[in-house]
Structures are given as C-alpha cells and as structure tokens.
T-cell receptor, first 111, second 113 residues
Framework: SQQGEEDPQALSIQEGENATMNCSYKTSINNLQWYRQNSGRGLVHLILIRSNEREKHSGRLRVTLDTSKKSSSLLITASRAADTASYFC???????????FGAGTRLTVKP | EPEVTQTPSHQVTQMGQEVILRCVPISNHLYFYWYRQILGQKVEFLVSFYNNEISEKSEIFDDQFSVERPDGSNFTLKIRSTKLEDSAMYFCASAGTGEQPQHFGDGTRLSIL
C-alpha cells in the first residue's frame, strides 16, 4: 500500500510557535498532498507536491518531500488558534489516481 | 470559489435498506471520487470515476456499492443493503484532471440503525 502515515498522532503547541508534521509512505508516488480537516467537516486541500519537487511554500505552509526516504513534512509557521485541525497526507501512485490517506496528525494550537 | 456539495448532510437509515448519497462536483471537473471515514479512523478510498466508468476501486467497494453520474451534474453513491458497519462519513471529491488536487465536499454522515 502506498498510503501515508503521519507522525506525531497529536501535537499541542502555543499560538505563535511553529508546528511540524511528518508523513512517511511505502511505495513510489506520483505526488503527495496535504489536507486539513476541521472536526466533522470535509477535507481542505493545502498543498500538492510532485515527486520531482523537493519543497513548496504556500503562505505560512512549507512542505518538503524526500523521495529517497519516502517522507514529507508539513511546517506551519507562526501558528494560530484557527490552525487547530487534523492534518493528513495523501499519496497516489503512478497510473492511478486513488489517494491513500494516513491516519492524520491532530494539531491543537492554544491561544 | 466553486465547491463540491453533498446532500444530505446526515442520513439515518435502517439496516438492510438502500441509501443514495448525492454529490454535485465542481462543474468543469472530469474526475470524481468517493471516500469514507469511519469515526475516529482514517479516510479510505472507495472509488474513482472518469469518462462514465469506474477507473479504480478499493476492496471496500464491493457488490453492495455502485456509483452513477445520471445527468451530467450529479454523482451518486448507492449502497444497496446497508450494514451497521457502513456507518461513516462519506466524502465526495472531484478534480479537473487525474493529477490535480481533489476538492472535497463536507461529507454525508451516514448512520445505520
């Protein structure tokens, strides 16, 4: 299975601190995506990083991808209470477009 | 910004009954997906649909499940004879191409009694 696995499972930080979440996967991928889910809501797409990319930025988000280690990280800088949510990585392999999600990291940002 | 909409937001059904979950994908998208998330567990892929046919399906998507795009705008998931273990959030997603980000709806919470 190429599904991603995030760690830590839960992360609690103070507002203003940075949050780093990691994702590992098992097989070769076409791209890796990070999603956010507020409790009871749908998934919101954050960033897509392709297998030939090493780093991408979007606002306060920074994603890295190391295909040799089959891992990715999501960094949220200057966190806010509104960043409290679960964060998932999802991978898809070449020649198929079904995404496999990890169990997610539950991020709590305390005001 | 266009979004994926799902109805109903919550569906309560007796075990053994058929249920249809509805989704309206983003209008110019061509790839459609269903996922489910059992409470407290990870999001699981069910099926992908392109060009009016299933392109991928997971082991969860057995003969009790079917998908349809009946009228060019709706994308439905039917569960023929529901079981207790079908209780979950069901998410629909769509994408413009197979390599673009998938946009998710807010989900339908299915409760089987």
């Amino acid at each position: 299975s190429q599904q991603g696995e995030e760690d830590p499972q839960a992360l609690s930080i103070q507002e203003g601190e940075n949050a780093t979440m990691n994702c590992s996967y098992k097989t070769s991928i076409n791209n890796l995506q990070w999603y956010r889910q507020n409790s009871g809501r749908g998934l919101v797409h954050l960033i897509l990083i392709r297998s030939n990319e090493r780093e991408k930025h979007s606002g306060r988000l920074r994603v890295t991808l190391d295909t040799s280690k089959k891992s990715s990280s999501l960094l949220i800088t200057a966190s806010r209470a509104a960043d409290t949510a679960s964060y998932f990585c999802a991978t898809d392999a070449y020649n198929n477009n079904d995404m496999r999600f990890g169990a997610g990291t539950r991020l709590t940002v305390k005001p | 910004e266009p979004e994926v909409t799902q109805t109903p937001s919550h569906q309560v059904t007796q075990m053994g009954q058929e249920v249809i979950l509805r989704c309206v994908p983003i209008s110019n998208h061509l790839y459609f997906y269903w996922y489910r998330q059992i409470l407290g567990q990870k999001v699981e892929f069910l099926v992908s649909f392109y060009n009016n046919e299933i392109s991928e399906k997971s082991e969860i998507f057995d003969d009790q499940f079917s998908v349809e795009r009946p009228d060019g705008s709706n994308f439905t998931l039917k569960i023929r004879s529901t079981k207790l273990e079908d209780s979950a959030m069901y998410f629909c997603a769509s994408a413009g191409t197979g390599e673009q980000p998938q946009h998710f709806g807010d989900g339908t919470r299915l409760s089987i009694l």
